[in-house]
């Protein structure tokens, strides 16, 4: 290697690791194979959008939760709120808070708990699980679905009504609700959903109709002071909040073209990536036409729409769902994202499972971190809170993702690292503008190890690069401090 006094290598009790692994998911890859070598330049002065934050769903298995002790419910909370750069916490429910209190209080006491550790964390309602008060009976294809009652003419009031008091039943508990995500997933190429909404199955007109009408009224609820006795804030809308980044396309462009007062409401622009996740082209057409507005990914979990093809057996099924996470991520936040929301925060499954970040089965001892946990904690949160993404260039191919981050003004950068490949990876890496390197830490999530942090290394000298070898399907982050 070059400059070889000034390489940096991951310990050799890590490369030991990776030897190890490597015979063991293809034997003799390591030595049939040589080092694929490569080089990136991270412009570390080039700032792009924010990165507030990740976020996570509470709307499933919360009673497992509470099945656990109170120490274990707090070793939960901890790994979620404190160990993470959480931004938000979002809900799906679909009652009224009279219909069971005791439902609402514990989950008002879950957001309560973590917000001791991480006091800025906002909430977000997802309002399109609606109350059976305001669905009627359908049949379609010989099949009874339950859908939103669109010939009552004061549908639309009466789902502004439930808005308002779902968000007075948090209010009412401590707990400021700051985003409603109107609807969720109305490309879900599946006939319940298409009819969901009403309208005899024009689901994307009758999604219009749901923001065109109920969210004005809404609004005017929390706006009248004779109606919005407690003073409850008016929370930003969330929208489409899509399948896919293709159909995010689709609703943004029938709303700016058949509803403009619709795409007027929305202020956070939503999609997911169960389908076609791993499209950067799609990303990044969704900003182009945003208009400015921020983008969010509301929900998605490893093992969809990554566009990954593993060799079937190479890996773990863990491994493969961390480094799933990875590709999502990635797409999604080097492509103009600023939130990136994950589907559930535990499921009780003790085996893999990428619904969760948590395993928390009936009344566990603890809680169990997945592996795919562990990618979640280094991408959105090795980095401090907001940090800004920057721009890179590279060699790289297919088999690698790169993203990085700068706190702007701070003298770190942020670097993480996917690999995809049965090959370990040589990179020289330096940083634009003259800017000198004088130190580094690695953290490395791969076969052998969860979010394993070696020894912070320093440099005597100033170094213009670095040369770093990492391991074959891993996740390694580098933090790396610049002089001055």
């Known amino acids: 290697m070059k400059n070889s006094n000034y390489s940096i290598y991951i310990s050799l009790i890590y490369l030991t690791a990776v030897f190890v692994s490597c015979s063991e998911d293809n034997p003799n890859t390591v030595n049939s194979n040589p080092i694929t070598t490569q080089s990136i330049t991270i412009n570390a002065d080039d700032y792009r959008h924010e990165f507030i934050g990740g976020g996570v769903s509470i709307g499933l298995f919360l009673g497992h939760h509470y099945s656990m002790d109170a ?76 859908v939103l009652d669109t010939d009552d003419p004061l549908i639309y009031d009466k789902l502004a009504d439930w808005w308002f008091q779902l968000f007075k039943g948090f209010h009412d508990r401590g707990v400021t609700t700051e985003i409603l995500n109107v609807v969720n997933e109305p490309d879900l190429d599946k006939t319940f959903r298409q009819y969901h909404y009403g309208l005899n199955g024009n689901t994307r007109e009758a999604v219009a109709q749901v923001f065109k009408q109920a969210v004005p009224k809404f609004l005017a609820m929390l706006n009248d002071p004779a109606i919005n006795t407690s003073g409850m804030p008016v929370p930003l809308i969330m929208g489409p909040s899509t ?15 058949n509803h403009p007062e619709a795409w007027d409401l929305i202020d956070i622009v939503a999609t997911h990536q169960y389908g076609l996740g791993f499209r950067e082209d799609l990303f990044e057409l969704i900003i182009s036409e945003a208009e400015g507005k921020p983008l969010y990914q509301s929900e998605t979990h490893a093992l969809k729409g990554d566009g990954l093809n593993f060799t079937s057996g190479s890996i773990s099924r863990d491994l493969e769902a961390a480094l799933s996470l990875a590709r999502l991520f990635t797409t999604a936040v080097n492509n103009g994202t600023q939130s990136w929301f994950y589907f559930e925060n535990n499921y009780p499954n003790v085996e893999v499972h990428p619904g969760g970040l948590l395993s928390i089965p009936w009344q566990a001892a603890e809680p169990i971190p997945y592996k795919h946990y562990y990618a979640f904690k280094q991408l959105t949160s090795a980095q401090p809170a907001s940090s800004k993404v920057v721009t890179y260039t590279t060699t ?45 830490k690695v953290t490395t999530t791969d076969a052998s190890n969860n979010e394993t942090i070696e020894a912070p290394q320093t440099f005597n000298t100033e170094q213009d690069d670095i040369e770093v070898v990492f391991g ?9 401090d610049i002089a001055n």
């Not at 514990?106 to 059976?132: C, D």
């Not at 074959?472 to 790396?480: C, D, G, K, V």
């Open 243 to 257: 399948l896919s980044p293709a159909g995010c396309i689709d609703y943004m462009r029938f709303f700016k073209s």
């Open 71 to 146: 120490t274990a419910q707090d070793q939960a909370i901890q790994l979620l709120a404190k160990d993470c750069n959480m931004k938000y916490y979002q809900d799906y429910i679909e009652i009224y808070p009279s219909d069971d209190p005791a439902y609402f209080d514990r989950r008002a006491n879950y957001v309560k708990a973590s917000k001791v550790y991480q006091p800025e964390l906002e909430f977000s309602l997802v309002g399109n699980k609606f109350p059976a008060n305001l669905m009627v009976d359908q049949v379609v294809g010989g099949e009874t679905l339950k």
């Open 396 to 440: 790289e191919g297919d088999d690698i993702d790169v993203i990085a981050f700068r706190k702007q003004g701070q003298n770190k950068v942020y670097v993480h690292l996917a690999n995809y490949d049965f090959k370990e990876k040589e990179l020289t890496l330096s940083l634009g503008g003259n800017m000198k390197i004088t130190g580094y």
């Open 472 to 480: 074959h399907y891993s996740l390694t982050t580098l933090e790396i």
